[in-house]
Structure formats: C-alpha cells, structure tokens
C-alpha cells in the first residue's frame, strides 16, 4: 500500500469510528428523570469531535505533502514474515493458553516472536522459554496468588 | 508548621522494613526497565497491577513511585551507550551522551546524569512537598464544574503541547475518550457501546489497553520495520568518576535543568520532553564552549537529565493534588489508585495522610537509593542491553499475555490486547501518539462525571463552565494551548500577504 493510501484508510478509519460512535450515542435509551442532562450527550459530544478530526485528516492526506510533520525514521519495507512470526505467536498463545496450559502457550510465543525478531535457534529459545515461564508460573500462582492454568495434559507435580 | 510534622509522619510510614523494600523493589525494577529497549515504566506498571490488586496500598505506591521516576535514571544508561533513547525524555541525553561515550568518556557521561537525576530528584521532592498543600487548599474551592475544566485543559496539553501534530495527538485523545466510553454507565448503570458482549460489560481494561499499545504495538513495529537492525553499543569507557572540572561544568547545570523541569511537571504541560529541550538550548547558549555542543559537552547531558527527573517528580504535584495524570505513566499510577478505591486529590491528604505522606517520604528514600543502584553499579545494568533482541521482544511479549490474561482469565481479554496491539502498529506508523490515548481513557470517564454533576447542579445550564471565574480561566487556556498555535500561523500568513 502506498504512503497515501495508507494514510487516506487510517484517516477514513477515524471518520468511521465517529460515525459507528454517533450511531450509538443515538440510540442510547435515555434515562427516565435524570435531571435534564441527556445520556447522549457527553458520547455525542466525543463522536462529533472524532468525525472532525477524522475529516481534518482526510483533508491533510488528499494533499501532496500527507500528514503534516511526519517523525522521519530510517524505515525500510515492511517485513512481513517477521510481522506475523510475531503476530501467530500471539494468536495462537490466545486460542491455546486455556488448552495447553500457561507455560507451553508462552514458550510457543517466546519462540515465535524470537523467529520473528531473527533467531535462528527455535530449540535454544524453546528451552529458555519453558525454565522462563515455569519460573513465572511459580512466582505468580505462588507468591502473587494469581491463578493460571497448569494445562490438563501435564501431570500435577504437586 | 505542619507539612513537617506530617512528612516526619510519612517518613515513620516509609522507613518501616516493609515499605523501605518495596522502595528498593520499585528502583531496582525501575532502573532495569529503564535501561532495557523497548520497556518502559507505564507499561511495567500496567503489567504489575493484576498482580498487585491485594497488597497494601501504601507498599505497592511507593513501588510503583519508584519504578516510575527509576526509569527516569535507567532510561540515560541505554542512551548514552546505545544512541537508542528508552523514552522520548531521553532525547537529548542521546545526543550528547552518546558523543561524550563515543570519545571515551562513558563514565563521566553516566557519573552526571545520574548525579544530576539525583540532585534534581531530591530538589524537586522538596519542591512537592511544599506545593503540595498550598495546591490541596486551593483545590478545595473547586466543584465539579472547575474540575471537568480543569481535565479539559489536561487533554488539551498532553494531547497538543507533546508530540509532532496537534491534529494527531487530538485524534488519540478522542479515540482514549471513546474507549472509556464502553461498558456500564456509572450514572445511569445502563450498558453502553457494548456491542452485546458480556465481556465488555466492565469496560475496556486500562491494563489491556496500555499493554496492547506499548508492549504489542511496539513490538509489531519493530518486528516488521526493523528486525534485521543491527545496533552498536560503546563500551563503558573512562572512569566513572568525574573530574574536578567535570563537577565544575555539570552542577550549575543541574540546578537550571531543575528550575525548568519542574515547572513543566507541576503545571498540566504533558510530558518532560519539552523541559530537556529547553535545558539543552539554555546551557548551549551560556557555555563558553558552545562548539562543543554536538561534539559530547558533559552540560548538554547534566541539564537534560536534572530537567527530566524534576518534571517527573513535578507531575507528581497535579498527579496527588488534583487526582490529573499528565503523562501515559502518571495515568496508570492514577489506574492504580482507583484499582485501591482511591481517588488521588484534595481528600486523599485529609483521608489517608499517612499514605500520601509516605509515598512522598519515599520519594527522597528512592532518590538516595537510586544514585548507590545507579553509580557504583552501573556495570552491572549496562550488561541487560547485552540481552539479544529476539529474547528480549520473545520475555516482553510474554509477560504482556500474562498482563492481560491475569485480569480475569479470559481469552477475550487476549484478543483484545492483539487488536488494540494492530491499532497501536498503525498509530506508531502514522505518528500517532500513545499517551493521549491512555490519559483519555483514564480520565473520560471522570470527566464524564464531573461534567454530569455540574449540568445537574446548574439544571442543565451549559453557561455554569463560564460562569464560574476558574473555570472560566482554565477554559480559556485550554482553548489558548488549542488555537495558539493555529491563529500564530493565520497571522502571519495574513501579515506576509
């Protein structure tokens, strides 16, 4: 996608967001007897000001220039494979943790997004990441009283 | 005098083995945090306040205090070895620092800033505690109609004041406020923006939502922009100790980064990158070297750093008085309050003095702490940068799943954090700032409530915001801080043709 097409969907994306916003303002039931002030409006109020800054942004990126006094940063292309290495490992962490348990949901994470980020050592990583969430499994069922899931298929140590 | 008396009493909180530990937790962590890439405090605090939801309240404050102003000492470390600034304070200590370590000179560069954050630290701590009570007394003529124009005003800074476009910064705030929108209404207990998901019912978590931005977002950033960087780190060169001159050069310095940190802090200006740029102008234009500005001038590293430390204890001021976060951190110090049932402000120092108190006795325990952690140990930290990239992103986002997981264990809150992570990539890609959001979110809904409060005392009157005489003035400011900018530029441009 290029720059300023990027920049005109985020800017739409805003406009959209207002938009779905007032929508829901409206059709708030309004409070039987509530001293005069509408439940709408406060909601209202953020809605209208999300559609104007959403247009002030599809103004800005129409132009030649885009968004105005961008951060410059040696950015090269997206690298893809790297974004979703890091984007599965975060995915299937949530569809699996209550299966499988914290500490192998972690270490699939912990070695998905360290392929992500370029390493080139999967067993390494998956070794550090079981003694590292093992260690916080400990810490924070134990100490904190946090309750996470063991994971059934593992045999109970204690 | 009773602000001694009741500090004395705080300092009888603080020095107790227990909370003088967490203090030490707090600096520890916080200095760690502070020197690793990619971590920074309010994303720490986030994480830790599932885990913290059944402690005492005074302990886990004052560690939350001290991991926010530790970041503020980490955070120099990793930019003058690295180049690479933990957070956006640490600019300007880069690009000094970073030549004074490039020359061999590390340790000096390390030995000022941290006796800097020091000195500027303890000043500023002093600072706070005499301002503090003359702000609550102030503050207790305020209604609910001061206090939404006081939030007002808040937005507007942290949202315009900070960050490259006024335009952008708004669009995160509206987008916070919009956030704090969902889930029961505290007024009329009807559901809102709810969608018909049960789990939403409670809202949108300020943990699920800091962690997605700070810890995911930025992840998925560096992921897809930058995981085949490869970065140089100096070597700790030079002794640590400074020269007689290297004293002579940096402790004025300090003290004038002082006088412009701390304002910027305590007033609602957002943020303590403006102060270190400020500091940094000001010592170049009174050096007798301004040439060697650029080049590593052991001043440009003292103020900045002196100017960051004071503006962060300095958003203390309105963060305790005024119960108004002025930076992403200071809002999820805010989070952690509430998670106690307390609200920062006037009756938090007639409720609870001991607490305050003690959090602002520990402010001056941390700061002695700080300068032994950061000094004589400062090898040992420079070895975390020495952690490789895909462990370090590989332990961040780990300890974000457990973040959010560890609310309620639930996997909805899990999908939340990746789609609130995606909005945080495209904010980052499009120079979106973070901070608003976080404020907005904290701080729309108790706007929300005090805007309600004084409708219904005015019957629905909209004029009870100017009619009363501060919060006519605060309005007026904030509409100053949005338009100021903009009419400036009208004026020229009408003047120029």
Same mark, same amino acid.
């Given at each position: 996608m290029s720059e300023r097409a990027g920049q005109l969907t985020v800017a739409a994306g805003v406009l959209l967001i207002g938009i779905a916003l007032a929508i829901g303002a409206w059709l708030l039931p309004e409070a039987a007897g509530?001293?005069?002030?509408?439940?709408?409006l406060f909601p209202g109020l953020i809605a209208a000001a999300l559609i104007v800054v959403g247009l002030l942004l599809l103004r800005e990126a129409a132009t030649?220039?885009?968004?105005?006094?961008l951060p410059e940063e040696p950015r090269g292309r997206l690298n893809w494979p790297a974004f979703g290495w890091v984007s599965a490992g975060v995915v299937a962490h949530m569809a699996l943790i209550a299966g499988i348990g914290f500490i192998a949901a972690s270490t699939l994470l912990y070695v998905a997004a360290g392929r992500g980020f370029g390493s080139a050592r999967p067993v390494r990583d998956a070794l550090v990441g079981i003694v590292l969430s093992a260690a916080v499994f400990v810490l924070f069922t134990q100490a904190l009283t946090l309750s996470l899931p063991w994971g059934a298929w593992i045999p109970a140590l204690w | 005098m009773e602000t001694w008396t009741l500090l004395a009493q705080g300092f009888g909180v603080a020095l107790t083995l227990q909370n003088l530990a967490w203090c030490l937790i707090g600096c520890t962590l916080g200095t760690a945090i502070g020197v690793l890439?990619?971590?920074g405090p309010a994303l720490t605090i986030a994480l830790l306040l599932p885990a913290t939801a059944k402690l005492d309240p005074t302990g886990a404050l004052i560690m939350f205090a001290g991991i926010y102003y530790g970041g503020m000492f980490g955070g120099s470390t990793t930019a003058i070895?690295?180049?690479?600034?933990?957070?956006?304070?640490s600019i300007v200590t880069a690009m000094e620092g970073n030549q004074m370590a490039k020359r061999g000179r590390a340790g000096p560069a390390l030995a000022t800033s941290a006796i800097g954050s020091f000195v500027a630290g303890t000043i500023a701590t002093l600072l706070l505690t005499l301002l503090a009570p003359v702000v609550v007394e102030f503050a207790l003529q305020f209604g609910p109609a001061e206090y939404f124009a006081l939030m007002v005003l808040a937005f507007t800074t942290v949202s315009?004041?900070?960050?490259?476009?006024a335009l952008r910064g708004l669009t995160s705030l509206f987008i916070g406020l919009a956030v704090g929108?969902?889930?029961?209404?505290?007024?009329?207990?009807q559901p809102r923006f709810? @969608? #018909?998901?049960?789990?939403l019912l409670d809202g949108i978590d300020i943990v699920v939502v800091a962690v997605g931005l700070f810890a995911v977002g930025e992840t998925l950033y560096l992921a897809a922009y930058y995981a085949q960087a490869e970065e140089t780190m100096e070597k700790m060169?030079?002794?640590?100790w400074m020269s007689r001159d290297d004293w002579k050069r940096s402790w004025k310095p300090w003290l004038r980064g002082t006088a412009w940190g701390f304002p910027f802090g305590s007033i609602?200006?957002?943020?303590?990158?403006i102060p270190t740029f400020l500091s940094y102008a000001t010592e170049k234009k009174l050096s007798?070297?301004?040439?060697e500005f650029g080049q590593g001038a052991i001043e440009g590293v003292a103020a900045p750093e002196a100017a960051n430390n004071a503006s962060s204890t300095g958003s203390l001021v309105p963060l305790l008085t @005024? #119960?108004?976060?002025?930076s992403a951190t200071a809002a999820m110090i805010l989070a952690a309050f509430q998670q106690y049932g307390l609200q920062p402000g006037p009756t938090l120092f007639a409720n609870t003095p001991q607490l305050v108190w003690g959090l602002i006795a520990s402010l001056y325990i941390g700061n002695v702490m700080l300068l032994i952690l950061n000094l004589p140990l400062v090898g040992l930290w420079v070895k975390?940068?020495?952690?490789?990239r895909p462990s370090l992103y590989g332990g961040i986002l780990m300890f974000a799943t457990l973040g959010a997981y560890g609310l309620?264990?639930?996997w909805f809150d899990l999908f939340l954090l990746y789609a609130i992570g995606l909005a945080g990539f495209l904010m980052r890609r499009y120079g979106f700032p973070v901070a608003p959001v976080i404020v907005g979110l904290i701080l729309g809904p108790l706007s929300e409530q005090q805007f309600r409060r004084a409708l219904a005392i005015s019957q629905g009157d909209m004029s009870v915001f100017v009619a009363h005489p501060i919060s006519a003035v605060l309005l007026v400011m904030a509409l100053a801080v949005l338009a100021g900018p903009w009419l400036l530029r009208w004026f020229r441009r009408t003047r120029r043709a």
């Open positions: 509530y001293a005069r002030v509408s439940v709408r030649a220039v885009g968004f105005r006094n | 890439p990619g971590v070895l690295l180049n690479t600034p933990g957070e956006s304070a315009t004041v900070l960050g490259s476009s929108l969902v889930g029961i209404d505290a007024i009329s207990a709810t @969608l #018909g998901i049960a789990e060169g030079g002794s640590i609602p200006a957002g943020g303590a990158e007798r070297h301004p040439e @005024l #119960g108004l976060p002025t975390l940068l020495q952690i490789p309620r264990q639930s």
